[in-house]
């Protein structure tokens, strides 16, 4: 179960600092994703980040980037758990940009202001998850933190229920979401009329064996 933990000081480390990381972290990788150190003393690497995301999302076709949002060539649906994607980033990106990139990345066509990055961490038998802010620097608490997904992972999700921007949904998307759920609730409801009828029909069964004239 995932615990909330209260969000750790961004602490700010020299150039030399940082060059002695990044040469520990590349002799500690075993996926060939190596930071790389420019020498603006700007690095650059990757992050694996986990969908995690329960509401359906629009996907944009890429036959139809660029033009009129939210037409024919847009569909929304749910992704599959686990899928877990690879962005090539700098140490200057932003959580905000991360997320956008992310969404660019894959055609996803909703607005950035309806997801949040957060960092998963494993202590002492239990999973502490903390939402990142808007400024903090996913490549930094990578770096900081090593290669291994077990000690830091970053999973993308929907703001909470309460945090939902409602104004960040588009008509059309609102409407999808209306039909998907219309489409989930006869399902549901289809699995219930079966399921008593089946108890009926065993019921009915039982009743006249007992009544059976004998």
Known sequence: KDVQKERE???CL??????????????????KLKMTLNANGIYTGFIKVQMELCRPITVQSSQSQ??????????????????VNTLHI?????????IE?????????DNPAKF????????EDQVYTCKLSDREHPLYLRLVAGPRTEMLSFVLREH???????????IPELQNFLRILDKEENEQLQILKKRYAAYRD????ALGGVWKPG
């Open 9 to 11: 000081p961004h602490v």
């Open 14 to 31: 020299s150039k030399e600092e940082v060059k002695e990381k990044i040469q520990s972290y590349n002799s500690s990788v075993t996926d």
């Open 66 to 83: 660029g033009r009129c949002a939210h037409g024919n060539n847009e569909a929304a649906f749910y992704l599959p758990d686990g899928c």
């Open 90 to 98: 700098s140490s200057t990106n932003t959580v905000r940009e991360v």
């Open 101 to 109: 990139a992310l969404l660019k990345k894959f055609f996803v066509a």
């Open 116 to 123: 949040a990055l957060y960092k998963r961490c494993h202590k």
């Open 160 to 170: 909470e229920t309460g945090e939902v921007m409602w104004e960040a949904f588009s």
């Open 202 to 205: 065993k019921l009915e069964e």
